[in-house]
T-cell receptor
Framework: DTGVSQNPRHKITKRGQNVTFRCDPISEHNRLYWYRQTLGQGPEFLTYFQNEAQLEKSRLLSDRFSAERPKGSFSTLEIQRTEQGDSAMYLC????????????FGSGTRLTVV | AQKVTQAQTEISVVEKEDVTLDCVYETRDTTYYLFWYKQPPSGELVFLIRRNSFDEQNEISGRYSWNFQKSTSSFNFTITASQVVDSAVYFCALSEKDYGQNFVFGPGTRLSVLP
C-alpha cells in the first residue's frame, strides 16, 4: 500500500448522467477527505470522514453530490445529474489522527462533462 | 473568514536561480496551521511543510526555506538554486483545526524552471 489510489483517472460523461468515483486511502489512515479543484484554482474542501462517519460537508456539496465510506475503508463520491460546472479534478486525501505532516493526496479523478 | 492569497500566478526562472513564492493569509483564529504543497504535472499534491502559528522560526530543508512572519501574515517559500524538476504548481494552505482538517488553499503559483 504505497499511497492513496483514485479510480478512474479520467471520466468523460454527458450532461445529466450520474458518475461515481472511488478512493482507496492508505490502509492505516482513518480520516478521508474529498476536494474539488477547478482549472487554475486551488483545491476546495468538499467533505471529510473519520472512519465511516461523515463529519463535515461543505456548502459546495449540493444535494446532487453524495459521499460514502461504508466500512471505514474506501470511499465513493457520486454526482447525480451532472452539469458542465461539475467538470473538475476530484481529489481524495487521507490521514491518521495525530499525523503532523498534512494529508496524503491521491492523483485525482478528472471529470469532464460534455 | 479565512483566505489565502498567492499574488504570483506564474513565475519563470532559469535553472540555478533562486526564486521566492509569496503567500499572504487572513484568519481571525489565534491558533492556525500553514502548509505548502507542490503539485507536479502528474496531479497529486505533495506535502512540503507544516507550520503552526506559535512557531515563527524560519525553516530550511535542503534547497527549500520558509519565512513565516506573523506581523505581516506571510509565509513565503524560497527555492535556492532551482532545478527543472522544481517546475510545478505550488499551493499555500491554511487550516484552523488540528493537523489541517480542512484546508483553505490559495490559487497556486505555477513555477517554470527553464534549463
Amino acid at each position: 500500500d504505497t499511497g492513496v489510489s483514485q479510480n478512474p483517472r479520467h471520466k468523460i460523461t454527458k450532461r445529466g448522467q450520474n458518475v461515481t468515483f472511488r478512493c482507496d486511502p492508505i490502509s492505516e489512515h482513518n480520516r478521508l477527505y474529498w476536494y474539488r479543484q477547478t482549472l487554475g484554482q486551488g483545491p476546495e474542501f468538499l467533505t471529510y470522514f473519520q472512519n465511516e462517519a461523515q463529519l463535515e460537508k461543505s456548502r459546495l456539496l449540493s444535494d446532487r453530490f453524495s459521499a460514502e465510506r461504508p466500512k471505514g475503508s474506501f470511499s465513493t463520491l457520486e454526482i447525480q445529474r451532472t452539469e458542465q460546472g461539475d467538470s473538475a479534478m476530484y481529489l481524495c486525501a487521507s490521514s491518521s489522527v495525530g499525523q503532523r505532516y498534512g494529508y496524503t493526496f491521491g492523483s485525482g479523478t478528472r471529470l469532464t462533462v460534455v | 473568514a479565512q483566505k489565502v492569497t498567492q499574488a504570483q500566478t506564474e513565475i519563470s526562472v532559469v535553472e540555478k536561480e533562486d526564486v521566492t513564492l509569496d503567500c499572504v493569509y487572513e484568519t481571525r483564529d489565534t491558533t492556525y496551521y500553514l502548509f505548502w504543497y507542490k503539485q507536479p504535472p502528474s496531479g497529486e499534491l505533495v506535502f512540503l511543510i507544516r507550520r503552526n502559528s506559535f512557531d515563527e522560526q524560519n525553516e530550511i530543508s535542503g534547497r527549500y526555506s520558509w519565512n513565516f512572519q506573523k506581523s505581516t501574515s506571510s509565509f513565503n517559500f524560497t527555492i535556492t538554486a532551482s532545478q527543472v524538476v522544481d517546475s510545478a504548481v505550488y499551493f499555500c494552505a491554511l487550516s484552523e483545526k488540528d493537523y489541517g482538517q480542512n484546508f483553505v488553499f490559495g490559487p497556486g503559483t505555477r513555477l517554470s524552471v527553464l534549463p
